[in-house]
């Protein structure tokens, strides 16, 4: 028998704002255990939680762009249970009026195009952290994670293979960056998610029993994951044995899920509603600003790019992969610069020159106006691409003046024929085995005068009109 | 609605309580009391009335994304029964 997967996903997602969901204490990843935490985010008898204004505006921000309707009115819930990651022992989130719900994402595979369907979106807060320590055989809990904002993104059970579901969080995390409401740092879990999975014969319109899987830190581990547990329920199946419902936790090392716990007598929160948090009652007037205010997202722009400048596919996507990049982009072009230049120095220096300092676009100094000059200059024929991409190393980390550096280190282009023409003639005269080499029809034995000509003139002409220059005198 | 001695059992379980067999007793017939209120409100017609989660006209009270200092970590950890001088201590409780 064939089998199909069928695959939903809730994703996790911390928000980057300045402070936590109910209260005023910083969101900063780490520090030292407990320093990021008050009253309210430890659960402390009496304290009354707060919204912050950023987290809802980022999660109507959120809803907005994945094509939600936005919930008019809406309120939280407390979601009840006993784990000591939790200090008030019960979780505030939204089960009756979720903020955010029925909205839709397009994804494009190998295999095709597909629509991914949102069910909700809702606010929550983070929990703690254990550690446990084998030598005391103590848990210690670590509240500077407890009170983080989070959304939670919960599909139908619209994915078939893993591809779709990469395919998906690639897709929610440049969205949520562009939006500029998480950082989607998977090793630092503000994206996580939990997948849930179950397997039919393949035809069945029915849904068979899924489990949960969690623990899954990385894009690999999701699709390593997905195909184990798939290959697990289709075993079990065909030997004739159930599927249980539960939750499995994914084991990198051991490359298996394990059963957590399960959830036929685990799971009973006993949600209602929260009576510390007043209801929200969203305007028109609120959801039209916040529209009005929606960036341009990667897709839009990797179609505007293709349409109006005429940038193949990959280009697009890869100046697209970041909005910091993008931003770049635009803002070379609008300084006169060609798209595909401008394109083409991101691509090439602009992410090379990140790489190797291991930092973020978001992070960099270098600002359009520098980079647009550099390529002026080339396009003008007053610097050469070689020099250029050396004066780019040295303004890089600073946004450094591009004509300063020039002037101070004398690499403007020479354009001075006669002394190009000359050097060439001394070059040829010196070194006759080549100027031989390249008559008996080794054309290689150009480069290596091409080489001689361009240290003799420091690097500062150029190479192209060296190359013209010295093959006029050679067919002489 | 009746309150069960295996409902009591699944309440101490959700709530991680332990409870003598006397004391079952007891909360039996308490939360037998406690949920014969409810019936009295269920005595209501409340046909087309919208349900209401809170009791107080109050909505959309918000506050600014402004970081204040957080308090001081000795103070929390005094709250607790145990802890390290850096962590609240539990017993065991990783799986």
């Known amino acids: 028998m064939t089998w199909e997967t069928v695959i939903g996903l809730e994703t996790h997602v911390e928000l980057a704002t300045r402070t936590k969901i109910f209260c005023s204490c910083t969101t900063r990843f780490g520090g030292a255990p407990n320093t990021h935490c008050c009253p309210v985010c430890t659960g402390m008898p009496g304290a009354l939680p707060v919204l912050s204004r950023a987290v809802l505006d980022y999660a109507v921000k959120t809803g907005l762009a994945l094509g939600c309707s936005i919930t008019r009115y809406s309120k939280f819930d407390r979601k009840n249970y006993f784990y000591p990651d939790l200090p008030k022992a019960y979780q505030i989130s939204q089960l009756y009026l979720p903020i955010a719900r029925d909205g839709a994402v397009d994804i494009r595979t190998p295999a095709g195009d597909r629509t991914i369907r949102i069910h909700e979106l809702h606010m929550e807060e983070d929990a703690g952290k254990l550690v446990h320590d084998p030598w005391t055989d103590r848990t210690q809990i670590d509240l500077n994670r407890c009170g983080v904002p989070l959304i939670e993104i919960v599909t139908e059970p619209d994915f078939r293979t893993a591809d779709e579901v990469i395919a998906y969080l690639e897709k929610l995390r440049e969205t949520l960056r562009y939006l500029g409401v998480s950082d989607c740092k998977m090793q630092e879990g503000s994206l996580r998610c939990d997948v849930n999975l179950s397997v039919r014969p393949m035809g069945s319109t029915g849904l068979g029993v899924r489990t949960e899987m969690k623990n899954l830190n990385s894009f690999k581990a999701i699709a390593r994951a997905i195909a184990h547990e798939a290959d697990r329920q289709i075993e079990l199946i065909e030997e004739g044995k159930r599927v249980i419902q539960e939750t499995r936790r994914w084991d990198e090392n051991k490359d298996a899920t394990y059963a957590m716990r399960s959830k036929e007598d685990a799971q009973d929160y006993r949600y209602f509603p929260e009576p510390d948090l007043p209801p929200i009652e969203l305007s028109e007037g609120y959801l039209e600003s916040l529209r009005a205010a929606q960036p341009e997202l990667a897709e839009a722009k990797r179609e505007r790019y293709r349409r109006m400048y005429g940038l193949p596919e990959y280009d697009c996507r890869m100046i697209t992969s970041d909005r910091a990049l993008a931003e770049l982009f635009e803002g070379l072009v609008e300084l006169g610069a060609p798209p595909k230049q401008g394109a083409n120095w991101i691509m090439g220096e602009v992410l090379g020159a990140l790489s190797a300092r291991g930092k973020e676009p978001k992070d960099m100094a270098l600002t359009p106006p520098t980079l647009a000059r550099l390529i002026a200059l080339v396009g003008e024929g007053r610097l050469n691409r070689n020099t250029a991409v050396k004066v780019f190393e040295a303004v890089f980390d600073t946004d450094g003046d591009v004509d300063a550096h020039i002037r101070e280190h004398g690499l403007e282009q020479l354009n001075d024929d006669a002394l190009v023409r000359e050097t060439a003639a001394r070059v040829l005269a010196a070194d006759p085995r080549s100027v031989a080499d390249y008559r008996a029809g080794k054309e290689k034995a150009l480069g290596a005068l091409v080489g001689q000509v361009m240290r003799e003139l420091k690097g500062r002409a150029d190479p192209r009109a060296v190359n013209a220059v010295l093959r006029e005198l050679l067919a002489q | ?95």
């Open chain 2, 1 to 95: 609605m009746k309150i069960t001695t295996e409902l009591v059992d699944h309440i101490c379980g959700l709530s991680c309580l332990e409870l003598q067999t006397e004391e079952k007793q007891d909360m039996t017939a308490q939360l037998e009391q406690i949920v014969a209120y409810m019936d009295v409100l269920n005595e209501l017609d409340t046909t087309g009335i919208e349900p209401m989660s809170h009791v107080f006209p109050l909505k959309n009270v918000l506050r600014e994304d402004e970081e204040l200092p957080s308090q001081d970590r000795a103070e929390l950890l005094a709250c607790a029964p145990a802890s390290d001088g850096e962590a609240f201590l539990v017993p065991k409780a990783v799986e």
